[in-house]
Every structure is written in C-alpha cells, then in structure tokens.
C-alpha cells in the first residue's frame, strides 16, 4: 500500500491557512476591528482613560483632530467613529470606556 504524501509548498499553503482562519475567528469572536484606524483607537485609549481618572464628560474631553476636518474632535466622537455608531450616546461611551478599563480609577 502506498502512502499519500504531501509536498512541503502544500504544507506550507495549508498552515497558513488554518492561521489566517484562526486570526479571523479571534478578529470575529472577540469583536476587534482590525480595519478601524489606529487614530482612533489612539484617541479613545487616551481620552477614556482621562474620563476615568478626571470623570469629565465624554463631550469635554478634547482627543485632537480624528476627523481630519481641522477642529478638535471629542471622546464622544472618538467613540462613535471606532464603533462605528454615530448615534452612540454619552452614556453609552462612557459605559464602553469603563468595559474598555475596568480597572481603571474613578475619582
């Protein structure tokens, strides 16, 4: 009986096939988009985790220009271009900061 074997080109194929489907499948489960801009991811790390140690309100806090329009943008605006959802509302971008850092101080 002779054997099936496999050239080392498909082993290869087939590998990094299974990672790329693993990596989507995290991607999927976890609800990381890896396609967002990392400006705002940048901008709503940083600006969530002033909410958290000043307690201001998202709308006050000032992130920089994400929007690229030439004004200052918001956490709340940070907010509603990552998750993509423009009618977020300030106490759903403060609940999203405080699941994004549970840990993170209140005063």
Known sequence: MKGISLTINSVIVITLAILVLVFLGYMFITGTNPFVSVGYE?????????????????????????TKDGNPDNLLTACRSYYSNESMEAEGCEQKCRDRFPFGSTS
Do not use: F, P, R, W
């Open 42 to 66: 940048s901008a709503l790390n940083n600006g969530c985790k002033t909410y958290l140690q000043s307690n201001q309100s998202v709308e006050s806090i000032m992130v920089g220009d994400i």
